[in-house]
């Protein structure tokens, strides 16, 4: 059987929280977005399972060489058989780029050296002569262990510092056959053993009978300073059946061929080891190199990852190490690629092997993991550190060295800022609004003129209209310009006023002569005496009116997303599995493979007394027409289901999903509308919710779809922010591919609170014709979810983290106000352009090419949104009726 890889990703530590305190240095960011960071963790984790799986395929090759070796007998483990795996690289690949060398080494006991390793020197004579070159002739092999010892007899050696006869000794482990042959031939003899610090490694491999890597090596072959290890696969044979390599746990061979039981342990004679050599630079530098090649950072200026080992057994000394060892590493800063030559690899790696953890490592954010690389325990340390640059406000002055300085960053001038953090020249400071730049300060506007947005380099304060001014400097919308004195404001510009009237700077014409004044004033007064009293009578009704209306919406919202309008509709997780994709809710209705629960006490009936669980599988439609055309998210959702239930210790078969395209009628629209009108409820309900997010492309659009596209679509956000609000945060979780779930974290859950400011179609159409906009359809639905949060009486931790939030961000999470910005036609524009190639060709003619585009027109109107309805919810609240409201729509349910 196929020899199990032993190389695991062992999660011993999450990210931000590297192993040794005072030693690695991380500091807190400044002004940098949650997103940002949490795009920062993705791809600090994807770079440690990047390099995790890297391991994992170099170490490959060399656990084939393993198996070939113990599926045949020793006799049949000749040099030919070895060449003829090996060479497999040219055709097949099966080398890991990181492999710069393969060899087996029989343990080779002093009284029984001459009779069992004979065939070192004979097997090769008998197939080197095909000219394959392979090896070379033996001629030259003679004589090369003759030029060794004096003679053309075959020795073992040892390195001193080159290849010199071994000595007498009671064992040894000598590399019997070695690939590439080029510049290794003196290798064949070489007994590994003779080194104190790998003869540890051995033996501690014989001992826990199990893979093992040396510490960090300077590889022979490279001219330069780059860093290696070994990784040893121990063989041994059955004391009752010496004639078979074998491993622990591994069954024997018989005689006649067939397998049989494993070998005890006890009954394991050491015999010798398959061994791979390995360039660090090609596992970590070259790969990270390969990825990042020509493409910008995922964040900030500079990013640093450094790789560092520790062994899991002692060294010489008998005791376990603590200390991390540098092994390699790679570093990228923004807008210039790293110096990968191999003198840029040579500093680097000399810079960082001095590197002492009593420094401290200098980023602003630093992300750390292990991954287990052998059966004793060693690790490998991966250490990513980001460099954010300046934040908002400032610019770099000086770029970062990664991992020892931080980008240096100048304050903008006065009365200046940036757009963002990341700015690298004092161009991107920009004047406040009101300012112009003057002799590279920013100076406010002077009287009479104005300044409506930041100021560029150079750019001017724009003048008031004719007959208009400001009242004061620095003024910063043409609204700020007034009449002048003796002017007025007629709506279309400033006149001078009437005869008998006049004006201050901004203020309206008034009458001279002190009697019409006088009349007018009593005039008013009793006018205002009489009509007074019917408004103020009238007044009161509309109030009585208004608060009838304002308790009927409340009492309405609650009920939109405590009552569903249109069935809760389910299909078990079994049944999903086995339908191969995603298909139609009236074609699975039809087959009778769906489960329709009218009310939320039914809901509550399956998980209570069923024992059912309910998941709400939340993604976005990748067509048009069709959720998920060419199968990109059916397997993800299988896998993630599956992983679920296993985390939750649920039953398959008592499993249930809503799904959209599964749960929500598709043909029949007044039915749609009904279950769409539903959605907070189904997401209130359910007692799990999962995100299915993989990487795709939207097959209408073109347009990338992934997790962070569902994260910025409102209604994605709506499902998350109903769940939160009535189940809390403990049970919701992501899949973004087929190999994990991950759960949501709080910063990302925080994002659906804001879904007012995430895309929707209708608005990114412009809301043709008399399409409405699903932020108003929105509003009655969060009304009901903010009245049950603030209604509430729970004391669990999550739902109180809820509540805390909207507290703190209520008037963003719900705005009184929006702007709809729809579209009223489109206009076609022609132009004349250069003549035609036709037109060139023909002498004396003169042509031109017609060029025409279209623009769309539009109009923007502010429009209500909640408006004063959050204030009427909590002022319900402070009479004590918002819990009558909510119990009698509960009672409904």
């Not at 007034?482 to 006049?502: D, I, K, S, Y």
């Not at 209708?762 to 209604?791: F, I, N, T």
Request: aromatic share 8%; hydrophobic share 35%; with cysteine.
């Amino acid at each position: 059987s196929r020899i199990a890889m032993r190389l695991v990703l062992v999660p011993v530590l999450a990210f931000a929280d590297c192993p040794v305190e005072d030693v690695w240095l991380k500091r807190q960011p400044i002004g940098i977005s949650r997103s940002v960071l949490a795009d920062s963790q993705r791809t600090a984790e994807s770079l440690v399972g990047e390099l995790s799986r890297t391991v994992e395929i170099d170490f490959n090759f060399l656990y084939l060489l393993a198996n070939m070796v113990m599926s045949v007998p020793k006799t049949a483990v000749t040099g030919e058989a070895f060449r003829e795996f090996t060479r497999l690289k040219e055709h097949g690949g099966l080398w890991g780029p990181s492999m710069t060398g393969v060899s087996i080494n029989p343990r080779v006991l002093h009284e029984n050296m001459d009779p069992q390793f004979a065939c070192i020197h004979h097997n090769r004579s008998e197939w080197e002569v095909d000219g394959s070159k392979f090896w070379e002739p033996q001629i030259d092999y003679v004589n090369l262990h003759a030029s060794i010892r004096g003679d053309s007899k075959y020795t073992f050696t040892k390195k001193d510092p080159g290849f010199v006869p071994m000595e007498k000794t009671d064992e040894y482990y000598v590399v019997q056959y070695i690939a590439p042959n080029q510049g290794n031939v003196a290798a064949a003899g070489y007994n590994i053993g003779s080194e104190p610090v790998r003869l540890n490694a051995i033996k501690t491999a014989e001992e826990i009978k199990g893979t093992i890597v040396t510490g960090r090596l300077q590889l022979v072959q490279s001219t330069f300073t780059k860093f290696g290890f070994l990784l040893l696969f121990p063989l041994f044979h059955d004391t009752l059946n010496p004639d078979h390599f074998t491993f622990p746990n591994r069954s024997k061979t018989l005689e006649d061929g067939r397998i049989g039981d494993s070998v005890p342990r006890d009954r394991l004679w050491p015999a010798g080891f398959v061994v791979g050599v390995y360039s660090m630079e090609g596992m970590v530098g070259e790969r990270l190199g390969s990825r990042f090649a020509g493409k910008s950072l995922p964040n900030g200026q500079s990013m640093l990852v450094l790789v560092s080992g520790r062994l899991g057994y002692p060294g010489l000394d008998n005791v376990v190490s603590t200390n991390w060892e540098f092994l390699a590493g790679y570093y990228r800063i923004l807008g210039s690629d790293p110096n990968r030559t191999d003198e840029g690899v040579e500093e680097f790696n000399i810079r960082w092997q001095n590197f002492t953890q009593g420094k401290g490592l200098v980023a602003h954010e630093i992300f750390c993991d292990t991954i287990d690389v052998d059966d004793s325990g060693s690790q490998w340390l991966v250490t990513v550190a980001f460099d954010y640059g300046c934040p908002a406000g400032s610019y770099m002055i000086a770029p970062p060295t990664p991992g020892e300085k931080l980008t240096e960053c100048q304050a903008c001038p006065s009365n200046s800022n940036t757009t963002g953090p990341g700015k690298r020249s004092v161009n991107d400071c920009h004047c406040f609004a009101g300012h112009e730049s003057i002799d590279n300060e920013c100076v406010k506007c002077s009287v009479g003129t104005y300044m409506r947005q930041q100021a560029m380099a150079g750019e001017k304060c724009l003048r008031c209209p004719d007959s208009m001014s400001t009242l004061s400097e620095g003024a910063t919308s043409v609204k700020e310009c007034v009449c002048l004195a003796g002017f007025h404001n007629t709506g279309t510009g400033c006149e001078v006023c009437p005869r008998l009237t006049q004006s201050a700077v901004g203020g309206d014409c008034e009458v001279v002569i002190g009697v019409w004044i006088g009349a007018a004033i009593i005039i008013v007064l009793v006018l205002s005496s009489v009509i007074g009293t019917a408004i103020y009578r009238k007044y009161q009704r509309l109030l009585v009116a208004r608060r009838i209306r304002h308790e009927e919406r409340v009492v309405k919202a609650i009920e939109s997303v405590s009552v569903p309008g249109y069935p809760v509709v389910v299909m078990s997780a079994s049944d999903f599995i086995e339908l191969g994709g995603l298909q139609l809710h009236e074609s699975l209705r039809d087959s009778g493979k769906l489960k329709v629960l009218d009310s939320v006490q039914q809901v509550r009936n399956l998980r209570m007394h069923q024992n059912g669980n309910l998941v709400f599988v939340s993604h976005q439609w990748l067509g048009w027409d069709e959720p998920d055309p060419n199968k990109d998210q059916y397997p993800v959702m299988v896998s993630a289901i599956l992983q679920l239930v296993k985390l939750k210790g649920w039953i398959l078969d008592d499993t249930f999903l809503w799904l959209d395209y599964i749960s929500i009628p598709q043909v029949h629209r007044n039915m749609q509308s009904l279950a769409v009108a539903s959605l907070p409820v189904y997401a209130a309900v359910c007692n799990a919710f999962l995100i299915v997010a993989p990487a795709a492309l939207h097959v209408n659009t073109g347009e990338p779809c992934g997790f962070k596209s569902h994260m910025n679509r409102a209604w994605c956000r709506a499902e998350q922010f109903a769940h939160l609000v009535g189940c809390g945060t403990d049970a919701m979780y992501f899949a973004t591919d087929t190999e994990k779930i991950e759960p949501l974290t709080r910063d990302e859950m925080q994002v659906s609170f804001f879904l007012f400011e995430a895309s929707l179609t209708c608005c990114s159409r412009g809301h043709p014709g008399s399409m409405p906009c699903d932020k108003e359809m929105m509003v009655d639905p969060l009304l009901g979810l903010y009245a049950q949060v603030v209604g509430c009486q729970s004391d669990c931790e999550s739902k109180r983290w809820v509540k805390e939030l909207i507290e703190e961000e209520k008037d963003r999470i719900f705005p009184r106000t929006h702007k709809v910005e729809k579209t009223t036609g489109e206009e076609s524009i022609s132009q004349f352009g250069s003549p035609s190639v036709s037109a060139r060709s023909s002498p004396g003619v003169r042509q031109s090419m017609r060029l025409t585009h279209k623009i769309r027109r539009t109009e923007v109107t502010n429009r209500e949104l909640f408006g004063e309805m959050i204030d009427v919810v909590d002022s319900h609240l402070r009479r004590g009726e918002l819990s009558s409201h909510l119990m009698r729509v509960a009672s409904k349910a």
